[in-house]
C-alpha cells in the first residue's frame, strides 16, 4: 500500500488521471469526484472523469459536471483513456462491481488506484486508501484529502467547495443524520469561507423537481406505501408500470424511502422497485438497528448501518414477501 509521502512524490509530475465513482451517482459521488477532477486539474495534470452512468438532473448545476464522460454512451474511448492511464481515484465505492460495466475495465487496468470511500469492508483492489467507515461523506474525506493530508486549502476554488458542500450535504440528510459531528460542521463552515453559497446549493439539489415527480411521490404515498405496526416497518413496492406511468428518469426516485421512515414509531423502511433487470432495494433505518445487515445477508447488497442497499432477481412480489418474511427475525431489535 502507498504511503501518503509516495503519493505526493507521484502527484509531483504531471500524470495521466482517471476519477471515477459508482453506477448512478448521487450527490457524495458526483460531488467528491468532480472537487477531485478540478483539484488534480489545477495541479497541471492531465485527467477525465468518467461515471459509469447518468445521474439525476439536480446535479446537473455542479460545476464543470458536462466534462464527465458518462461510460455508458461512451465505452471505447472510456476503455481506452483507463488503459492509458497513470493513476485511477476511485471515489465512494469500495468495491468494483459498484461500477457495473467499467468493473473489467478498471480491473485490467495498470493504473495505481487510490480509493477514497466511507463503505465498510473494502474489497482490496486500491493501492492507496483514504478510508474511514465513519466518516459523514466520502466528499468530506476529500476535504480532508486535500486540505490536511496534502495541505493544499489554498487550491479550494468556490466551485471545488460547492461540489464539498454539496456531497456532504447530501449524504448527512442535510445534516440531520448522526454522522454529522461537530467536525463535519467545521467543514462546513470552511467550505462556506471558501464560496460554496449554501443557500443557492440547497435550492438547486431540493426546489427542482418535475411535475411528473412530484405527482409520483403523490401517486406512491397514496397507492404504494404499506406500514405494518407490528414491525415498526413502512415499505413502498414500485411496479415497472409505475415507473413507466409517470415516466420516472434518473434521481426521481431519491429520497422517497424517507417518507416511510418519517412516520412516528417506524424504525425501518424500505424502497423495492423493479427496474426490469432487477429489484432494487433502498433501506433506511434508526438507531442502532442494522439495515446494513439485511441487505448483506438477503439481498446481496451492503452499505452503512442506517442506510443500505441490494438487489435480488426474483419477481417483485416475491421480493417483497421475502422482506416482509425477514421481519420476525428481527422483532426483539425493532420493536423494543
Known sequence: MLTITTLKQILAEPKKIV???????????????????????????QVHLIVPSDYPAFLHWMPQQEQAIIYTENKVISDEIIAQADLLFCLDFNGLARTHDMQE????????????????????????????????ATAFLAYDFIVNQLDDRASITPEIASCLYTGIMTDTGSFRFRSTTAEVHLVIADLISLGAE?????????????????????????NRLVVLPEFNTAYFSITKDDLTRFNIVTGDTEGLVNYALSISGIKLAALIIDRTNQIKLSLRSIGDFPANEICAK???GGGHKNAAGGHDNLPLEEVVQKFKAILPLYTEQLTS
Open 19 to 45: 476519477v471515477t465513482t459508482h453506477y448512478k451517482p448521487d450527490g457524495d459521488a458526483l460531488g467528491s469526484s468532480l472537487a477531485m477532477f478540478m483539484w488534480l486539474k489545477s495541479k497541471g495534470h
Open 198 to 222: 449554501n443557500a443557492q446549493i440547497h435550492e438547486f439539489v431540493f426546489n427542482s423537481s418535475s411535475e411528473n415527480r412530484l405527482k409520483f411521490l403523490g401517486f406512491c404515498l397514496l
Open 298 to 300: 438477503y439481498f446481496n
Open 105 to 136: 475495465a478498471l480491473r485490467k487496468a495498470t493504473a495505481l488506484k487510490l480509493m477514497i470511500d466511507h463503505h465498510l469492508d473494502p474489497e482490496g483492489f486500491d493501492d492507496f486508501r483514504h478510508w474511514t467507515p465513519t466518516a459523514a
